[in-house]
């Protein structure tokens, strides 16, 4: 048994975060917290995707590689969001999600929210 079946296998504990959560907040706004939990997971797995394509070394083969840099950009976003996309993603996204319902992280000073509407 591989490592990936045996952690697929393992009972997954929920401290009821979305009973909590849907007190507090309406279905919209938690639709809009999962949103952008989502949307920071995609941009952290950018970044990690653009940092780890710096450590392989250019093979210079004496042609030129116009647009190469673009494409592989273009290609690291598009991975991370489908990444992002699917249930489990990094499991970055359900951790803020928690995070941010739990704690109520979201309220923000009334002067914020003035300039937010």
Do not use: W
Request: net charge positive.
């Amino acid at each position: 048994m591989d490592v990936t079946t045996a952690l697929q296998k393992l009972p997954v504990q929920t401290q009821g975060t979305e009973k909590a959560s849907s007190s507090r907040y309406s279905e919209a706004e938690l639709q809009k917290i999962k949103k952008a939990c989502a949307d920071f997971e995609s941009l952290f797995t950018y970044e990690l995707l653009k940092t780890m394509r710096k450590t392989v070394p250019e093979t210079k083969t004496g042609m030129g590689n116009y647009g190469k840099d673009t494409f592989t950009m273009i290609i690291d976003q598009k991975l991370s969001e489908n990444i992002s996309a699917t249930d489990h993603g990094l499991g970055l996204k359900k951790v803020l999600f928690e995070q941010i319902t739990k704690t109520g992280a979201m309220e923000a000073p009334e002067g914020i929210k003035n300039k937010l509407k």
